[in-house]
């Protein structure tokens, strides 16, 4: 099985010119709207003019199948399961192939302009000595009608041998504490 999303063998997009409000308000379109559900997504996705497929998952031997929601378009893929590998949690990923790769500052000030509010994480940025924390990932926490809670995550990543073309990648995954 080849697989063309993060992490996966295929020939990643073409890069394009995104801006990154427009990076933002997509990845909340196909997957903070939606909470990750699977025909959500796939509805979201035909919207946006993306080519939808339903591909196998990969799981482990003995885990239940499951499917995978693809939806590619020019410069972009998304990618929605309910279990990859081991995991057995809602996720839900936008990966933007951009031109450039834009600074992580101010692809967290983007999502911050779209969602509405600072990381909930915001209180991590500086350590207690007041130097920054070079860890800090923002992330931004919403919870479903259901009681569900997914983390909202973003990175900015260079091509490598083992993920092939430079990216922003945008994810919703369900807190696996909810299990």
């Known amino acids: 099985?080849?697989?063309?999303?993060?992490?996966?063998n295929g020939t990643p997009p073409a890069p394009m010119a995104f801006a990154l409000d427009d990076m933002a308000q997509g990845f909340v379109r196909l997957c903070v709207e939606t909470l990750g559900?699977?025909?959500?997504?796939?509805?979201?996705?035909?919207?946006?003019?993306?080519?939808v497929s339903i591909t196998d998952s990969p799981v482990p031997e003995k885990a239940p199948k499951a499917k995978m929601v693809m939806a590619k378009g020019p410069g972009l893929v998304v990618t929605q399961t309910v279990q990859i590998l081991a995991y057995g949690y809602t996720q839900c990923n936008v990966n933007y192939f951009p031109d450039a790769l834009p600074e992580p500052e101010d692809v967290a000030s983007a999502l911050m302009t779209v969602l509405g509010r600072k990381p909930d994480n915001e209180a991590d940025r500086f350590k207690k000595n007041g130097?920054?924390?070079?860890?800090?990932k923002?992330?931004?926490q919403i919870t479903g009608?259901?009681?569900?809670?997914?983390?909202?995550?973003?990175?900015?990543?260079?091509?490598n041998p083992y993920l092939i073309g430079n990216r922003v990648l945008f994810g919703l995954r369900e807190v696996s504490e909810n299990k």
């Open 1 to 8: 099985m080849e697989l063309t999303f993060s992490g996966g």
């Open 37 to 51: 559900d699977e025909e959500a997504v796939a509805k979201a996705a035909e919207a946006e003019g993306l080519l």
């Open 131 to 136: 130097k920054p924390n070079k860890s800090f």
């Open 138 to 140: 923002p992330q931004w």
């Open 145 to 159: 009608d259901d009681g569900t809670v997914f983390a909202l995550q973003f990175d900015v990543m260079k091509s």
